[in-house]
């Protein structure tokens, strides 16, 4: 891949000038900086006497926390060491700008990472992700957070050692934030969480603009990889030990459209459905307005496909809705679930819900109720209204005020949280398999999973148990999480 230049801000290109061995192709390019950073990392490791640390601090979605994974990755072979502290040589705060809380936590913490600084001289720090595409956001940084030493934005996460490098040997701020992204940059290296489970981006951006909706102006345009691509990067996971995977895009109902031999993502389901040793297949998000017949029925069929569906709701008001731009009405959302549980009588489904949209009536804010006690997920995601600077419902002068919202939100929770609670009680009794993830937070001597359908499970056990999928006979519910016991 060619790099054409893009960016919106001060990027001033000066490598290329003065350096003819300098790749010019992706991943080959970037490769050859983490082997320059490198060189500079080990050098200042000597003089120091102690390895040069790191820590990436993630806000925001799955997709940041890929974005995060290839920092790391990228971090990793730079040289670095990896830190669970924040007190650490190079920080790196991965953001996301959603709703306004989002922005305000990161600058919040932004001080805290001052005070770091301000006593250890060898240290930088980074912003990157969703909030640096806003151009507020890197004016605010430039005039008040000076500290701040690279800011680079979505579409250059791959970029990061060249980046890091102009820093080490130009000694300025870096700002490279870019308006598109230049394609997908496909090999890059990459850290992973947990070692047996792992998102895959399918596409990246969003075409949709929901008017309330920052995502699309941040992440940009869609974007598919390639199925091989992806059915390559899983074969590649499951044979490191990965069991379960996560495919990932802002609408993954339309994957695959834009590609030269387009794919639907129902197929891209199937394929990745044979590939062996893979257990578990989730999926992340899916936009009701593209929800196929035909990926109902490979749900229904894959059998690696987990037992669940995330299906934002957002509104059940169809005024609402029609205004939001999600093409889809209160009825076509209850007829696509009715659909699914036909095919799929068990599945879980959860969903998302805004309250406090511009202009959100009683009656409005009721059908939301009625959809919910309707279709009575097994959870939500709700969120009151986040004005975003730049997008349609912004600019509106009928905000809803504050303590209506409140209000509404607090009516809407409580009857998510009781229909949530009575709807994990009905697996009490089962034995059903889990995935065991990591040992119990509060208690040690349980380890924690999930059920296909997502739910959690405690159960007697240690670290050995990690990875691994168990049968286990769910004894007791406790509010939404079960105790279980596991059956040999
Ligand atoms: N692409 C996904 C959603 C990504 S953002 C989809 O379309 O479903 C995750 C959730 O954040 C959204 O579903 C929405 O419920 C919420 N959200 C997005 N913008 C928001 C805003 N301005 N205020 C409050 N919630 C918002
Ligand atoms: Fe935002 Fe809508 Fe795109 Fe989801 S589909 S990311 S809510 S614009
Ligand atoms: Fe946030 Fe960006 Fe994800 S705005 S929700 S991190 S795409």
């Not at 993630?58 to 040289?79: H, P, V, W, Y």
């Not at 919040?108 to 990472?113: M, N």
């Not at 992204?181 to 792992?198: T, W």
């Amino acid at each position: 891949m060619d790099r054409s230049e893009n960016n919106k801000y001060e990027y001033k290109g000066s490598l290329s000038a003065a350096d003819t061995d300098i790749p010019v192709t992706e991943p080959d390019r970037q490769y050859f900086f983490m082997d320059k950073v490198k060189k500079l990392t080990e050098k200042r490791v000597q003089e120091l006497g102690r390895p040069l640390t790191f820590h990436v601090t993630t806000f925001g979605c799955q997709m940041n926390a890929r974005d995060s994974e290839k920092l790391r990755g990228i971090l990793l072979k730079c040289g670095y060491t990896e830190s669970e502290s924040e007190d650490a040589d190079l920080v790196l705060y991965n953001t996301c700008t959603v709703r306004e809380n989002a922005d305000n936590k990161v600058f919040g913490r932004l001080g805290v990472l001052h005070g770091y600084k301000k006593k250890n001289k060898e240290m930088m720090i980074g912003l990157c992700g969703c909030m640096a595409q806003e151009s507020q956001v890197v004016e605010k940084l430039r005039k008040s957070y000076p500290f701040v030493d690279i800011i680079f934005g979505t579409h250059n996460v791959y970029m990061l050692a060249e980046i890091l490098y102009e820093r080490l040997s130009e000694h300025r701020k870096i700002i490279d934030v870019r308006e598109k992204a230049d394609g997908i940059v496909e090999n890059l290296p990459l850290e992973r969480k947990y070692s047996f489970k792992s998102g895959i981006n399918i596409m990246f951006g969003c075409n949709n603009f929901c008017s309330y909706c920052i995502v699309p102006y941040v992440r940009g345009r869609e974007r598919s990889r390639e199925p091989e691509a992806i059915v390559c990067e899983i074969k590649k996971l499951v044979a490191d030990g990965v069991k379960e995977v996560m495919l990932l895009g802002q609408n993954v109902n339309s994957y695959g459209k834009t590609l030269d031999h387009p794919v639907s993502f129902a197929d891209l389901l199937r394929m990745v459905n044979e590939i062996d040793g893979l257990e578990r297949i989730r999926f992340m998000t899916s936009h009701p307005k593209d929800l196929s017949d035909d990926l109902i029925d490979a749900m229904a069929e894959c059998d690696k496909v987990c037992n669940h569906l995330h299906l934002p709701l957002q509104s059940g008001s169809d005024r609402l809705l029609a205004d939001m731009n999600r093409h889809y009405t209160k009825e076509k959302y209850l007829s696509i679930v009715d659909k699914i549980r036909n095919k799929i009588p068990d599945i879980a489904l959860t969903t998302d819900i805004i309250v406090g949209y511009p202009g959100e009536t009683d009656e409005d804010f009721e059908e939301t109720m009625d959809v919910v006690n309707r279709v009575r997920y097994d959870s939500a995601f709700t969120f009151i209204y986040s004005k975003r600077s730049g997008t349609p419902a912004a600019r509106r002068d009928d905000q809803v005020p504050e303590d209506v919202v409140k209000a509404r939100f607090d009516r809407l929770l409580t009857t998510v949280r009781s229909i949530g609670e009575e709807k994990a009680k009905a697996l009490t009794g089962k034995t059903l398999p889990v995935l065991v993830e990591e040992v119990n937070r509060q208690d040690p001597s349980l380890v924690t999973g999930r059920l296909t359908n997502n739910s959690v499970v405690h159960l007697k056990g240690d670290k050995s148990l990690i990875g691994q999928i168990l049968d286990v006979h769910l004894d007791e519910c406790s509010g939404f999480y079960y105790y279980g016991t596991p059956v040999r």
